[in-house]
């Protein structure tokens, strides 16, 4: 199975500080991403990459950073946190199928509490 | 605006009944829907992936599409008290972007 690892499950950080989330897959995926989470809003896609040292902006962006330097690992940061980025952060990796499916397996999550 | 849509609930059901959660959405050349289920505080994990229309089973699950209709349905027999759960509808264009739904929370009442 594949396994997405998390580095941090809780995190509490102060307004304005650098925060790094880290994410680890084991199946040598190609493609990575970062959601947050909320509710009543559901996952939105911040950032994502589908190569090492490749990322794309998802529809929520603005705030966040990625780093993809190596195929395994993809860091999402957040440069000033606020308390509007106070949620829950998933990870997930995938690999395109013979069907031409893309299929999305999450890590556990991480929930960043701003303060 | 491409959407998903789901009812929020909660769905309940007692136990040993048919679950059934629908999910419609907007864009007509959606080609791939998946059902994830996530337990509360949980990460959501795939429970199915249907990709033509008609019917897809695997054990107590059944995923259901209707292109035409653009709705996808998933049917739960014999609902168990460890059912209860949200579960978020997927869908992917075939692009990297997937559209997820908010979610229907299931309630298996015992």
């Known amino acids: 199975d594949v396994k997405v690892t998390q580095s941090s499950r809780y995190l509490v950080k102060r307004t304005g500080e650098k925060v790094f989330l880290e994410c680890v897959q084991d199946?040598?995926?190609?493609?990575m991403f970062w959601y947050r989470q909320d509710p009543g809003l559901g996952l939105r896609l911040i950032y994502f990459?589908?190569?090492?040292?490749?990322?794309e902006k998802g529809d929520i962006p603005e705030g966040y950073s990625v780093s993809r330097e190596k195929k395994e690992r993809f860091s999402l940061i957040l440069e000033s946190a606020s308390t509007n980025q106070t949620s829950m952060y998933l990870c997930?990796?995938?690999?395109?199928?013979?069907?031409?499916?893309?299929?999305?397996?999450f890590g556990a999550g991480s929930r960043l509490t701003v303060l | 605006q491409k959407e998903v849509e789901q009812n929020s609930g909660p769905l309940s059901v007692p136990e040993g009944a048919i679950a059934s959660l629908n999910c419609t959405y907007s864009?007509?050349?959606?080609?791939?829907f998946f059902w994830y289920r996530q337990y509360s505080g949980k990460s959501p994990e795939l429970i199915m992936s249907?990709?033509?229309?008609g019917d897809k089973e695997d054990g107590r699950f059944t995923a259901q599409l209707n292109k035409a209709s653009q709705y996808v349905s998933l049917l739960i027999r014999d609902s168990q008290p460890s059912d209860s759960a949200t579960y978020l509808c997927?869908?992917?264009?075939?692009?990297?972007?997937?559209?997820f739904g908010t979610g229907t929370r299931l309630k298996v009442l015992a």
């Open positions: 997930a990796s995938s690999l395109w199928e013979s069907s031409g499916a893309n299929v999305l397996t």
């Open positions: 199946m040598d995926h190609e493609n």
């Open positions: 990459s589908y190569d090492v040292k490749m990322k």
């Open positions: 864009d007509r050349v959606s080609q791939s």
């Open positions: 249907i990709y033509s229309n």
């Open positions: 997927a869908v992917d264009s075939g692009t990297y972007k997937y559209i």
